[in-house]
């Protein structure tokens, strides 16, 4: 069973389109996150969920808007594609938000590799 | 300012030896959870171990071993007896106090090859 998972794996779209990347977890999880890796393998976090609660949005352009339906999903919708939106994104889920202090790790789905052209 | 500074861009070791992956990290909070994670080429992060900032005993997992040090705000990944499929990119990271909702902060990460 994977526990978090997304689709689609690979997206090639033009700029201007527009386009989602769908994400569940079944862990159980209360939280859920986007991450944007770019060419050079850096990792930021883009949004936090907390049941269904948007937590942290990581001045992101209004362009990004997540959607939770439910505790077990988050999906990401991208309006008019960029050159620089070219990434992977990678959805994650933790137990919680959690004390800081806590184990309480993040489980990431396999990624997005999002190609503008 | 960059909260992770993992200052090796990439390190070759050979099979079975050990590797040491460094980490410091910048944070003024008393709570706060250390991460590594590995990504292999294949491309999913998959979670090695995590320290927690009251611990006090360094973090072992297997092969994964964490050598804390915090009054120097170090966090290093120690692997023992390398093997050909430790071969990954591996990321440190940290999420700082209560209320940051889990946001997990990540190093800029280090390539490691294990050659035969």
């Known amino acids: 069973d994977t526990a978090v998972s997304q689709t689609p794996k690979y997206l090639v779209t033009q700029m201007g389109n527009d386009k989602s990347i769908k994400c569940e977890q079944n862990?159980?999880?209360?939280?859920m996150y986007w991450y944007k890796q770019d060419s050079k393998k850096f990792l930021k976090i883009m949004f936090s969920y907390n049941n269904k609660e948007l937590i942290i949005n990581e001045t992101v352009p209004n362009r990004f808007s997540p959607k939770s339906p439910d505790k077990a999903h988050l999906n990401l919708h991208i309006n008019s594609l960029e050159l620089g939106d070219s990434a992977v994104y990678f959805c994650?889920?933790?137990?919680?938000?959690?004390?800081?202090?806590?184990?309480?790790?993040?489980?990431f789905g396999p990624g997005t590799r999002l190609t503008v052209t | 300012a960059q909260k992770i500074t993992q200052t090796q861009p990439g390190m070759f070791v050979q099979e079975k030896e050990a590797v040491t992956l460094d980490c410091t990290y910048d944070?003024?909070?008393?709570?706060?959870?250390l991460f590594w994670y590995k990504q292999p080429s294949s491309g999913e992060m998959i979670f090695l171990i995590y320290?927690?900032?009251?611990?006090?005993q360094n973090a072992t997992e297997g092969r994964y071993s964490l050598n804390f040090q915090k009054a120097r705000k170090s966090a290093n990944l120690v692997i023992s007896a390398s093997q050909l499929g430790d071969s990954a990119m591996y990321f440190c990271a940290m999420r700082e106090a209560d209320g940051s909702w889990g946001k997990l902060q990540f190093g800029a990460g280090t390539q490691v090859v294990v050659t035969p």
């Open positions: 994650a889920s933790s137990q919680d938000g959690g004390r800081a202090y806590r184990r309480n790790e993040q489980y």
């Open positions: 862990l159980g999880h209360d939280t």
């Open positions: 320290q927690g900032s009251y611990d006090e």
């Open positions: 944070t003024s909070d008393q709570s706060y959870g």
